[in-house]
């Protein structure tokens, strides 16, 4: 199972950017996958969450910023993150849990700042 999280980097309050996670190793259309982060200092945090059949979930400090979303077909999901906070800043993860193990991916920087 490998996951690999792209798409971090520098935005100013108030901007957007888009995560992507490729995945590969294991049947994709048939898992749920979630987004995670976190920040120095904090514990990792659940942010959004996909099922297999494209329903999604949001922690409350990011309801109605981002979404969360997937394509079966490319094996990736995504989290598209608009009106960013400087409390967003964090490192954000990819996972996929199966048979009772969780898998990470690498993860990728982003950082909200003026």
């Known amino acids: 199972v490998q996951l690999q999280a792209s798409g971090g980097g520098l935005v100013q309050p108030g901007g957007s950017l888009r995560l992507s996670c490729a995945a590969s190793?294991?049947?994709?259309?048939?898992?749920?996958l979630g987004w995670y982060r976190q920040a120095p200092g904090k514990q990792r945090e659940w942010v959004a969450g996909i099922t297999s059949s494209g329903s999604t979930n949001y922690a409350d400090s990011v309801k109605g910023r981002f979404t969360i979303s997937r394509d079966n077909a490319k094996n990736t999901v995504d989290l598209q993150m608009n009106s960013l906070k400087p409390e967003d800043t964090a490192v954000y993860y990819c996972k996929v849990s199966m048979w009772g193990l969780d898998y990470w991916g690498q993860g990728t920087q982003v950082t909200v700042s003026s």
């Open positions: 190793g294991f049947i994709f259309s048939r898992n749920a």
